[in-house]
């Protein structure tokens, strides 16, 4: 089996660079023949629905929800490896994760403007920053996002020093141990992005990361593992700059597609994964 690509982008920034995201997002995958999620906060989603909702059905786009106010569900603590320099900082990096009530009223929140925009509920939840064992060791969060509809999640996106890359054996898996066989955790593999990739090898700039994920690509082939990819709608506000900012993913996508690979919306990912499990659901 020669491997499957989860592609999911973050589309979070609630301006032009979401609007453009939206606009050119679609004629790229459908140009290559390919499916993503786009996994939107809901500030965003309110701000420009019409575009969003076009997306969504054009059969290209699977759209998922990533919060509303794009609030950590956990805490990121980051050991800075040696020579490198992430979010400015040379040796440790904090960001304070929000309380559980505040999960509870953002993701509230965000799932009523999927319903007023879609007409329906989020399934699948990105959730910001992602974190070391997602919410494997917070059963009270996943009793939250479970509460609010939530069935599959890209929580888990860092390695045991909450940085990047994520190791590929990592693979996508039930949070059965905490109570929640329903529900999917699919993991965010390797670099969150390029500017990630950049900051996390302490090169110059991302100009390696085409040439790197090439490498993934063959050993997903040869493996056939499951590659949950992220990427953001960030710096993207003229089409010039969206270009720019999907140079790497369209050169990932047409080799990938040339080695068999698959690519699956994070909902058929879903469905394929529950299709015919006998296990009960909460
Ligand atoms: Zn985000």
């Not at 606009?23 to 140009?31: I, Y």
């Not at 701000?47 to 956990?74: M, N, W």
């Not at 999907?246 to 597609?257: E, F, I, V």
């Amino acid at each position: 089996m020669p491997g499957t690509i989860l592609l999911g982008i973050d589309v979070e920034t609630a301006n032009e660079s979401a609007a453009t995201y939206a606009r050119r997002g679609v004629e790229f995958l459908e140009r290559r023949g390919i499916r993503a999620t786009w996994y939107v906060t809901g500030r965003t989603l309110a701000r420009y629905p019409a575009l969003f909702l076009e997306a969504d059905r054009s059969g290209a786009v699977d759209l998922q929800g990533h919060t509303y106010d794009h609030i950590l569900l956990k805490s990121v603590l980051t050991e800075v490896p040696p020579g490198c320099t992430v979010c400015g900082r040379p040796d440790v990096f904090f960001k304070r994760g929000a309380s559980p009530a505040e999960v509870d009223a953002d993701l509230a929140r965000c799932q009523q403007v999927f319903e007023d925009v879609l007409g329906r509920r989020a399934r699948g939840l990105t959730c910001p920053w992602a974190y070391y064992r997602g919410l494997g060791d917070r059963p009270d969060l996943l009793e939250i996002v479970y509460a609010h509809g939530f069935r599959f999640l890209r929580s888990f996106g860092r390695d045991a020093r909450d940085g990047q890359p994520v190791p590929m054996e990592w693979p996508p898996a039930f949070y059965v141990p905490q109570g929640f066989p329903d529900v999917l955790e699919l993991m965010i593999h390797d670099y969150q992005d390029d500017y990630l990739f950049a900051e996390f090898t302490g090169a110059a700039d991302a100009s390696g990361y085409p040439a790197h994920l090439r490498g993934v690509a063959d050993r997903v082939a040869a493996e056939g593992l499951v590659w949950s990819l992220c990427s953001h709608d960030h710096n993207c506000d003229t089409p010039d700059a969206f270009a720019a900012k999907t140079a790497w993913l369209g050169d990932l996508a047409d080799y990938a597609t040339s080695l068999g690979i698959r690519f699956l919306t994070a909902s058929a990912y879903y469905a394929e994964r529950t299709a015919g499990r006998t296990v009960a659901s909460r």
